[in-house]
């Protein structure tokens, strides 16, 4: 076995889109099928600016569908707390994440940035989190990395011993960087952004963990650039996904 690399810690995460097929053109063909029948494909050779009003229309009025016939992946390179709550978003979604049965998980840990806020105060459902002191930003650092540098510890000690990787990972936390493709539809990436951000644009409010919620704003950065008629029409309708 090689000589085990030492622990780093990071406060960021990582979302590149490595491929897509989406475009607000895609919208149009779709919709206007439903009355255009073959001659829909025009669409393809028009400009989706001079169409706009049918975007904003299929959203307000939250004719979904036309929303699903595009496609794009992104790599995510996050803690796996956020992976956990990715697995709640099931419908138009497609994962694959690295293996710890089949790999040795790399130290790389997961310590918040002195911009996240610490403090929750009130009742679950009716929450605010607030800032932390330098004081409780130095007691998170400070126990943080010891408790990854014991784990990991432990779970380089076992993997001497021949344990199977399978088995020595159990002790290691969820604050473990992991790397996964995702794969959506824009109305897919919609749903998972009306829960997973705070904009005051939303008609529905939604309190996402930061964590999971600086995954979304740079998924929501990238898929704007493809397909800005599309995420207008989302703002301007309220953030629902239709």
């Known amino acids: 076995m090689t000589e085990a690399a030492s622990p780093t810690f990071r406060s960021d995460v990582t979302v590149e889109l490595v491929r897509s097929a989406a475009t607000d053109t895609d919208v149009l063909w779709a919709a206007r099928v439903s009355t255009a029948g ?3 494909l025009e669409e393809l050779q028009r400009d989706p600016e001079k169409s706009k009003g049918l975007i904003n229309f299929l959203m307000r009025d939250r004719h979904g569908t036309p929303f699903e016939h595009n ?11 956020v992976f956990r709550e990715f697995q709640r978003h099931r419908a138009g979604w497609s994962y694959n994440e690295e293996s710890g049965r089949y790999r040795e998980l790399q130290p ?3 310590v918040p940035g002195q911009d996240r806020k610490l403090v929750q105060v009130g009742r679950p459902g009716k929450y605010e989190f607030h800032e932390g002191t330098p004081e409780q930003h130095e007691a998170v650092s400070g126990a943080m990395e010891r408790a990854y540098r014991e784990a990991y510890a432990a779970y380089q ?5 021949g344990v199977a990787r399978e088995v020595a990972r159990a002790v290691l936390p969820v604050g473990l960087f992991s790397s996964m493709y995702a794969t959506c539809n824009a109305r897919s990436l919609m749903h998972f952004l009306s829960l997973r951000t705070k904009d005051e644009r939303a008609k529905v409010p939604s309190f996402p963990q930061r964590e999971i919620e600086m995954v979304a704003e740079q998924m929501e950065e990238q898929w704007a650039k493809l397909m ?5 029409a989302f703002n301007a309708h309220g953030r629902v996904a239709p």
Do not use: G, K
């Open 108 to 110: 790389v840990f997961y």
């Open 38 to 40: 073959e001659q829909s």
């Open 228 to 232: 800005p008629l599309t995420h207008a």
């Open 71 to 81: 496609s794009m992946t992104f790599f995510v390179s996050a803690p796996i707390l």
């Open 157 to 161: 000690e076992m993997l001497a011993e």
